[in-house]
């Protein structure tokens, strides 16, 4: 079994329940505010989102530490 890093408080959390956690709790227009990457912003879905940030580092970088920070709350 491939344990690349089992203490990262991600580990086994997938990108699709990240963003459609986000989603439940600020929404599209929130979220689009709190991270203004087009995806979030012109005609959103849960399936352009993960198409987008499974091609872009930077911007899963971003929602990956606003689920961090959401779920610390």
């Known amino acids: 079994m491939n344990q690349e890093h089992p203490n990262s408080p991600l580990h086994g959390v997938k990108l699709a ?13 929130a979220l689009g505010e709190i991270i203004p990457i087009n995806c979030f912003r012109s ?20 929602v990956e530490k606003l689920y961090l920070d959401t779920i610390k709350l």
């Open 43 to 62: 005609n959103p879905s849960i399936k352009s989102s993960l198409k987008f940030l499974r091609r872009t580092p930077w911007a899963r970088e971003k």
């Open 17 to 29: 329940d990240i963003v459609e956690y986000l989603y439940n709790v600020y929404g599209w227009k």
